[in-house]
T-cell receptor, first 113, second 111 residues
Framework: KAGVTQTPRYLIKTRGQQVTLSCSPI?????VSWYQQTPGQGLQFLFE???????NKGNFPGRFSGRQFSNSRSEMNVSTLELGDSALYLC????????????FGQGTRLTVV | QQPVQSPQAVILREGEDAVINCSSS?????VHWYRQKHGEAPVFLMI?????EQKGHEKISASFNEKKQQSSLYLTASQLSYSGTYFC????????????FGSGTRLLVRP
């Protein structure tokens, strides 16, 4: 059974640009959650999508957006990049039912210069 | 609100025990524990549901006190492989599909 796939693994962008990250969940999983990980801050929740609908949202500015497709693959977009957006972005895949474990991808390391 | 984990870091000798605590200011539906090794994705350890049940995974167990909204992870007779960062994830009662993680506890087990 294939795991969670995130692409690309590494990205370097310039301040002001926009970026799109992709996450392919485990086959059969309908929920994808996105997290931002920075040293000392742990995993900050961005949003969760279930069956193409955003079901939960964290406290990030509107520059951070996402979507989910009918095949459950999800994309996350960050517009007008800032230096502080440099982080590891992780997506987690689950069935979407309560109290089920989430499986994380390897993440996309975004560096904004 | 992000749950508070303590301690922030701990160093152990192989075979010693450790306890990692997780505390939330919100009423919780469940608590999830994950471990992340350097350069790797977080890996699921266990879920605890409201009701105060205790779960175990080899020599790692955890408890959940729903009245205090606190959970503790117990690592018994630690092994070198236990090294990593431990995160608790909390599912609030008002949005139980949303998993909010603490800032993590770094655990280093030395020979």
């Amino acid at each position: 059974k294939a795991g969670v796939t995130q692409t690309p693994r590494y990205l370097i962008k310039t301040r002001g640009q926009q970026v799109t990250l992709s996450c392919s969940p485990i086959s059969g999983h309908r929920s994808v959650s996105w997290y931002q990980q920075t040293p000392g801050q742990g995993l900050q929740f961005l949003f969760e999508y279930f069956s193409e609908t955003q079901r939960n949202k964290g406290n990030f500015p509107g520059r951070f957006s996402g979507r989910q497709f009918s095949n459950s693959r999800s994309e996350m977009n960050v517009s007008t990049l800032e230096l502080g957006d440099s982080a590891l972005y992780l997506c987690a895949s689950s069935t979407g039912r309560q109290n089920t474990e989430a499986f994380f991808g390897q993440g996309t390391r975004l560096t904004v210069v | 609100q992000q749950p508070v984990q303590s301690p922030q870091a701990v160093i152990l000798r192989e075979g010693e025990d450790a306890v990692i605590n997780c505390s939330s200011s919100k009423a919780l539906y469940s608590v999830h524990w994950y471990r992340q090794k350097h350069g790797e994705a977080p890996v699921f350890l266990m879920i605890l549901l409201k009701g105060g049940e205790q779960k175990g995974h080899e020599k790692i167990s955890a408890s959940f006190n729903e009245k205090k909204q606190q959970s503790s992870l117990y690592l018994t007779a630690s092994q070198l492989s236990y090294s990593g960062t431990y995160f608790c994830g909390t599912a609030p009662m008002d949005s139980s599909y949303k998993l909010i993680f603490g800032s993590g506890t770094r655990l280093l087990v030395r020979p």
